[in-house]
């Protein structure tokens, strides 16, 4: 648990785009990461004060490859498939929200998704 907290690095580029879109946007967090880890990781980094709902798979019983598990993350926020936006470095996962009607974006850097927020959100 040690070797893997500190091989965590937090993109900074991410939250002050996180910071940015929760003025006007609710943001979500689905993860299939060990709860205690991720409660550390977010209670560290001060990052819980950034997000309006988090799913975690141990938590709510579902992980990203049950599509109640952005149901649920969906419902914690209040809003329909179609009026969200899900980013995850995986593959399977974007075709999985596309498969529920969420718009996905496949991360590969923060740039990328600055640009394809501003065309459709920002």
Known sequence: EKEIKEAIVINREV???IK???Q???IGLLS???AELLDQILTDQGLYEYFDGIGIS???GHTKKDPEGFHCVLGMLGVDAHESVFIDDSPDNIERA???GIKAL???NTEDIKKYLATRVV
């Open 15 to 17: 939250i002050d785009l």
């Open 20 to 22: 940015k879109l929760k």
């Open 24 to 26: 006007d946007y609710k």
């Open 32 to 34: 299939d990461a060990s």
């Open 58 to 60: 141990s938590k709510i």
């Open 98 to 100: 596309k498969s529920l």
């Open 106 to 108: 496949l991360y590969t």
